[in-house]
């Protein structure tokens, strides 16, 4: 099997970007069952890969050896000619091939053609799966194939897609073959010499072969090339958007280091051994030769605030200001009520300043005044931080909370604020190395690896549907005794899919449990399609104890931290990513008090609960995300997918480390060559990655 590559003289070639309607064989209707699947274009059909592969096994001439549930060739021969059955539903046609002294009843329901395709007599080979049925072998809708022309199969493999309902495996892949051949021939957009060096099929080669591999290699050099693919955009496109300036020169003076060593050395705890190495990393940085950009990267409860509030204090003392941006207003006035606890406690002659857009506008005048004076030394805000019309003062860093919040873009509108300012961007999503250096290029990177010491683990439970009003019980001890509870919901609302009706949302959740509880108890409900304000209030009155128990979908999976919370009951927890739920579990227990984790599986499947038991196992992050992997083969467990700021189809960030960073340096050596992508070879890529943009990092 080869391309189909007409000459373009004979041929009218289709744009790639036509309807997938313009395929001969799909007309209206499997046109919306393509749109299903997110198959819109040629262009999306042709990146419709696989989810797996399947080989046709050797024929069997004995019954002996087939075993029941699957799919299995049997070679033998029709004494008597099929016959058709009409009955007044469909019609039926049956037969009976004899395999040596076995006996196999075949029947196939409305394909009364079948009947001219087996002669009496001749040796074919049957294609499907075997059952025993009231005593006799029976094999339903069997494909037919004469002998020669099966053999030819079994060597090749054979692309299985995902399915909705309607729309046949063998239908999807006959229509991609089409596709090849209505576009004509591919061009690639990398250059020879980037394919040689990294040992790459040819992007047309990558493409046709991934749905129709010839065997095991050919089908792993086309997985590779499209693998490397998604890295290299990636990492061009990010690298392109923040810009790979020249290192500037470090000209802020940190002499003065009373204020900073008076309050690490007096927290009313000690630091753990991941939030000393940071600290010194930054020390290192800031009183280095060049500005620089460090990645934090710990896990939730890791303690990365106070890192923030020493760094930021390094250059208070030394009087530089400094940001912290949050994600949300909620995260903002958190860390801003911490800020001016910590000043307190610790007498510290600093002023800080909140901005957020909620503000009013007096307000907002005033932090703007504060900040643009340079009264302000610890300035702390929402995206209004980067509004043209806040102007700084001797800024030296700026921080970025919860990072993979933000988009790129917002990333360096802030950082190109200051002009050269160093800058720290604090992220709990468990990443590997090798892919925070692509998605943080340029930066340096600290691990905080394990959370405080005496810090109580929290207690987890997986329990099944029976126990529900046992753990509503429990919650109202909870708060009986002063503390709060979070319930999380997959859904919002109730859902019209079928197969998504046991999946809690959270406006009936709330008034489910609603009995459950004394009418003194407040229930609040969050969503992302509450409005912001909406949301925030509901947040702040959580976290100020105004609402005892909230019912939310996972957007309270951020950062949150309301160490009053001591239950997170999650509903459908198998729907959930395990990295996800250990995220959502990070919101209980940050405080003194001994905290739970509530687990609801409402799935029968034995895996779900063996995956939800490595949760209740471990309380470490990076450990889940490991096993995580081994269960699920990477893919969508990461935080990062879901925030929009990546997406890859077939690459694995664990198992092609190797090749992400072939794909990464080979992106930096045509950037150090041709920065702006105006040689032949750059433009290629740069309308390339156009496309990309379009079809897969939307959000970036
Ligand atoms: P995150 O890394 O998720 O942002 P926070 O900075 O919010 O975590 O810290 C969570 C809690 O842990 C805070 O109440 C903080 O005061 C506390 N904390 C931070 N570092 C330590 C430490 N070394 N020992 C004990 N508690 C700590
Ligand atoms: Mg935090």
């Known amino acids: 099997m080869g391309c189909d590559l007409r000459s373009p003289l004979l041929f009218d070639y289709m744009d790639i970007n036509s309807n997938i309607t313009s395929i001969k064989g799909v007309g209206a209707k499997s046109a919306e069952l393509f749109n299903k699947l997110g198959v819109e274009t040629i262009y999306d059909l042709i990146h419709y890969y696989p989810r797996a592969y399947c080989t046709y096994p050797q024929p069997e001439s004995s019954i002996s050896n087939i075993c029941g549930d699957e799919y299995c060739a049997i070679e033998g021969i029709c004494h008597k000619s099929l016959i058709t059955k009409k009955t007044a539903r469909m019609d039926i046609t049956l037969g009976t091939v004899n395999l040596g002294d076995d006996q196999v009843d075949l029947v196939w329901f409305r394909q009364p053609y079948i009947k001219s395709k087996v002669s009496p007599g001749k040796r074919y080979i049957f294609y499907g799966m075997v059952r025993m049925e009231k005593g006799r072998y029976k094999m339903e809708q069997p494909a037919v194939y004469l002998p020669e022309e099966y053999r030819s199969l079994t060597t090749g493999l054979y692309p299985v897609y995902s399915l909705t309902k309607g729309l046949t495996n063998s239908k999807i892949g006959k229509m991609v073959d089409s596709s090849f051949g209505m576009i004509g021939t591919i061009s690639d957009h990398l250059c020879d010499d980037i394919r040689k060096k990294a040992g790459l099929y040819h992007l047309r080669e990558a493409l046709y072969h991934i749905h129709f591999p010839d065997n095991e290699v050919d089908r792993k050099k086309a997985r590779e090339r499209l693998a490397f693919d998604e890295f290299f955009d990636l990492s061009m496109i990010l690298n392109l958007e923040i810009g790979r300036s020249e290192k500037e020169p470090n000209t802020f003076k940190l002499p003065e280091n009373k204020y900073s060593q008076k309050v690490a050395s007096s927290l009313p705890f000690e630091l753990t051994e991941g939030q000393k190495s940071t600290l010194s990393d930054i020390e290192s940085d800031i009183t280095g030769d060049v500005i620089t950009q460090r990645l934090v990267q710990g896990d939730v409860g890791s303690g990365k605030t106070v890192i923030a509030f020493l760094a930021m204090t390094r250059f208070a003392e030394n009087g530089y200001q400094s940001v912290i941006m949050a994600p949300t207003e909620v995260l903002a006035w958190q860390h801003y009520e911490t800020f001016l606890r910590m000043i ?306 077939i690459a694995d960030i664990y198992a092609d480390s190797e090749l992400l960073v072939a794909a990464r340096d080979a992106a930096l050596d045509l950037l150090a060559k041709d920065p702006e992508l105006t040689s032949d070879e750059g433009s290629l890529i740069a309308s390339h990655l156009h496309e990309v943009r379009k079809h897969q990092f939307t959000n970036l």
């Open 344 to 649: 307190k406690e610790q007498d510290l002659p600093f002023k800080a300043v909140l901005l957020t857009g909620s503000m009013k506008a007096a307000e907002k005048r005033t932090a703007r005044e504060l900040i643009a004076s340079g009264e302000a030394n610890f300035v702390i805000g929402t995206h209004a931080l980067f509004q043209d019309s806040v102007t700084y003062h001797d800024l030296g860093l700026v921080i970025t909370d919860e990072q993979h919040r933000f988009g790129v873009k917002q990333r360096k509108a802030l950082t190109g604020k200051g002009g050269d300012v160093f800058s720290i961007v604090m992220s709990a999503t468990p990443i590997p190395r090798t892919l925070a250096m692509i998605l943080y290029a340029g930066m340096n990177i600290s691990v905080i690896p394990s959370l405080p010491a005496e810090r109580l683990p929290v207690k987890n439970a997986v329990v099944g549907k029976d126990k529900r009003e046992a753990s509503y019980r429990f919650i109202a001890k909870e708060i009986a005794a002063g503390h709060q509870a979070m319930i999380i919901c997959p859904m919002i609302e109730a859902s019209m899919e079928s197969d998504k009706t046991d999946r809690e949302n959270v406006e009936e959740y709330a008034k489910t449990i609603r009995p459950y509880f004394d009418p003194s108890v407040s229930i609040g409900i969050l969503h992302g399609r509450l409005e912001p304000n909406k949301k925030d209030k509901v947040l702040s009155d959580f976290a100020a104890g105004k609402i005892h128990i909230i019912i939310s979908t996972t957007v309270i999976e951020v950062g949150v931290n309301v160490p009053n919370a001591t239950v997170m009951m999650i509903e459908n927890a198998n729907c959930f990513g395990l990295s996800q739920l250990h995220q959502l579990r990070g919101r209980v227990g940050r405080g003194a008090f001994q905290s739970y984790c509530i687990l609801v599986c409402t799935s029968d499947d034995k895996d779900s609960m063996a995956r939800l038991n490595i949760l209740a196992s471990s309380n470490d992050g990076f450990f889940i995300a490991n096993e995580d992997l081994k269960l699920r083969g990477a893919g969508d467990m990461l935080g990062v997918r879901q925030s929009g700021d990546m997406s890859f189809k």
